[in-house]
């Protein structure tokens, strides 16, 4: 670790005599057995080493590769999961990375004795095609994203959401002729579906509003963008709830982007699900509104302001601690406290008495 914290604040220029000796020694400390902690430690430095130097570390790749694809197999998981960050950096700069792509897909596809392996294959690849998705072939390209759509209906929660945050990841680097197929089917209708496929295809369209929303935020798209957001803060299904107030979160926040005005059919029932039975749904919400806020507090209109404050006040009177405090932290960001009094002051001065003493 102390020599991860060192890396860090070197230049790549100062690290250059030194790599090859440094590369070594670590590849050869991860085939030994050592305690995970240990391991976890060696492949965070690889990782930060790889960030830095990049082409310096090629002569290494074979060994690293090996090294890094032996790890995911771990009975670990917090090493599994240093070892898929690890091979993140590593396919950046691999010229010929299709084996690689293929060892993942097939870890995907494949039985294993511990199932959580599977979801940590699952995240290594949304790693390494969120940096360099670019890479793949056609071939492989197409034969991941059937692998992904076809577990989306998974009965496990951790493999399914795995597979819909790499596909979410994987949707910007499909050509047009791969993605509209896969885009259409993720906002079909699916009301009288499994839950699980509902699940699994609302968490795509959250992955891909918050990575690349100008994919589902067409003129073309938007409408049915909008009704899939609405039908998911209509489910019956918490997990499914929470994911539609993240989706209007993002649609909010991609309105406020492109300085479009927000729906007020998705406006109304994304503040009222602060009336929903569900701890879980309030808590998203709260949290939701904060990251509005930090981002975009400039976009809120007086109205808006107000509709969003009313809400919250709401949320600070409940009986849920973590409802609770999300809601005053998200009170604080909307009103700017950490800055100073204007903000608060100025909002304060627009509000009926009784908002004000709440």
Avoid at 10 to 17: N, Q, R
Avoid at 58 to 72: I, R, W
């Amino acid at each position: 670790q102390g020599l991860g914290e060192i890396i860090k604040v070197t230049s790549a220029e100062a690290l250059k005599p030194s790599v090859v000796h440094i590369t070594g020694p670590l590849i050869r400390i991860l085939g030994d057995r050592f305690v995970y902690s240990v391991k976890t430690a060696v492949l965070d430095t690889l990782a930060i080493l790889l960030e830095k130097t990049q082409a310096m570390l090629k002569p290494f790749l074979p060994q690293l590769q090996t090294t890094f694809l032996k790890a995911l197999n771990d009975t670990n998981r917090s090493v599994r999961l240093k070892a898929g960050t690890a091979l993140s950096h590593l396919v950046a700069i691999h010229t010929r990375p299709d084996p690689l792509f293929n060892e993942l897909h097939t870890g995907i596809k494949n039985q294993h004795e511990d199932p959580t392996v599977k979801d940590t294959y699952l995240q290594a690849l949304r790693f390494c095609v969120t940096n360099s998705g670019e890479k793949l072939s056609p071939p492989i390209r197409r034969g991941v994203t059937g692998s992904l759509q076809a577990l989306l209906s998974h009965s496990e929660d951790p493999t399914r959401m795995g597979a819909a945050a790499a596909l979410g990841s994987l949707l910007k680097w499909l050509p047009e002729e791969e993605a509209t197929p896969v885009i259409a089917d993720l906002l079909a209708d699916e009301s009288g579906g499994e839950w699980e496929l509902r699940h699994g295809k609302s968490t795509v369209v959250f992955i891909v509003l918050q990575e690349s929303p100008e994919i589902l935020y067409t003129d073309a798209l938007k409408s049915k963008l909008q009704k899939n957001v609405l039908a998911y803060l209509a489910s019956d299904r918490d997990t499914i709830t929470c994911n539609g107030v993240r989706t209007a979160g993002l649609l909010i926040a991609t309105c406020f982007a492109k300085g479009d005005p927000v729906s007020p059919d998705v406006l109304t029932p994304f503040l009222r699900s602060m009336n929903q039975p569900s701890s879980e749904v309030k808590e998203v919400l709260a949290s939701s509104c904060s990251i509005l806020a930090r981002q975009h507090n400039a976009k809120f209109t007086q109205d808006l302001m107000k509709q969003f404050i009313a809400m919250l006040v709401n949320g600070t009177k409940e009986k849920n601690p973590s409802v609770k405090s999300s809601s005053e932290l998200a009170l604080v960001d909307l009103l700017e406290m950490r800055k100073g009094p204007a903000t608060h002051q100025k909002i304060l001065s627009t509000l009926d008495s009784g908002m004000k003493e709440s």
